[in-house]
Each structure stands twice: as structure tokens, then as C-alpha cells.
């Protein structure tokens, strides 16, 4: 499952659930003409909470993954 986080200021949505990246890209599309144009947003991958009982080490059996981006030119830090 998926869940579909943007970020405009200080407002922050989670939107989803989602079963493939896809339909949250398809949905962000959609969503984004209600945001800024500076609004940044994720995808995240939720995992199965038995997943994390199973693996030795609290979970960290894999490095978190996420799709990222930003309507937006990158800033640094």
C-alpha cells in the first residue's frame, strides 16, 4: 500500500491508501491544482505492521523507499 503526503507551507495532507505508486501519481495530477506552486510532495510504501514482528532488528531489513518530488526548483539547505 501507498500514501500520498504533499506539503504546501505549513499544511501537510496524507492522502491514500493506494495499491500501486501509480494511482497515487495519477490522483497527485489531479490534486496539485488545489496547491501552491512551491507545494513538495511524497509517495510512501506502508509496510504490513506483521512485517515488522518478523524481522530481527526492528524492521530495517530493507532502506525506506519513497518517490519524491517537488513542483518547485530544488532549494538547498
Not at 25 to 30: G, I, M, P
Not at 52 to 63: M, S
Amino acid at each position: 500500500m501507498y500514501l500520498l503526503t504533499i506539503r504546501d507551507g505549513l499544511v501537510t495532507r496524507h492522502i491514500g491508501p493506494y495499491t500501486s505508486p501509480k494511482q497515487a501519481v495519477d490522483d497527485l495530477d489531479r490534486l496539485m491544482a488545489s496547491f501552491g506552486e512551491r507545494a513538495r510532495w511524497q509517495i510512501h510504501e506502508l509496510e504490513e505492521p506483521g512485517s515488522l514482528l518478523d524481522t530481527p532488528g526492528g524492521g530495517k531489513r530493507r532502506e525506506s523507499q519513497s518517490l519524491m518530488g517537488s513542483s518547485a526548483s530544488p532549494v538547498a539547505a
